[in-house]
C-alpha cells in the first residue's frame, strides 16, 4: 500500500508499489506505442486513486496536462477538475513537472 513518508511545505512524498511502478510503466509504453488515452488514463488513475495507484493530485494534473497538451479532449475537462482541488503552489509544481516530462521527449526527438 502507498505511504504518505514526509510533509514538506504542504506536499507529501507518495512512495508507490512495485506493482504501481509497473503499472505507471505500461502506460507510458502504450503511449509511447500510439495509444492517444494512455497518458489520460494515468491521469485519472492518479486522480481517483486507483488501479493501485495512490491518490496523488499533482501527478494526476502532471498527466492530464501532458494528455491536454497532445490534443486530449476529455483530459483538459478532467485537469481543470483536479485543478479546482489543488492549491497554486500544487498546480505550479504539477505545471513544472509535465514541462520537464515534455521537455525530456522533445531532446529524445532531436
Not at 85 to 101: G, K
Amino acid at each position: 500500500m502507498p505511504e504518505l513518508t514526509s510533509i514538506a511545505g504542504g506536499c507529501g512524498i507518495i512512495h508507490q508499489t512495485a506493482t504501481a511502478n509497473t503499472i505507471i510503466a505500461d502506460h507510458l509504453a502504450q503511449h509511447c506505442g500510439g495509444d492517444e488515452d494512455a497518458l489520460y488514463s494515468l491521469g485519472v488513475a492518479y486522480s481517483t486513486g486507483s488501479n493501485g495507484l495512490a491518490c496523488d493530485l499533482v501527478e494526476a494534473h502532471r498527466w492530464l496536462n501532458i494528455a491536454a497538451s497532445l490534443g486530449h479532449v476529455d483530459a483538459a475537462i478532467c485537469r481543470a477538475e483536479v485543478a479546482d482541488e489543488m492549491t497554486a503552489r500544487e498546480i505550479a509544481e504539477a505545471q513544472r513537472r509535465a514541462r520537464a516530462w515534455l521537455q525530456v521527449g522533445r531532446r529524445r526527438a532531436a
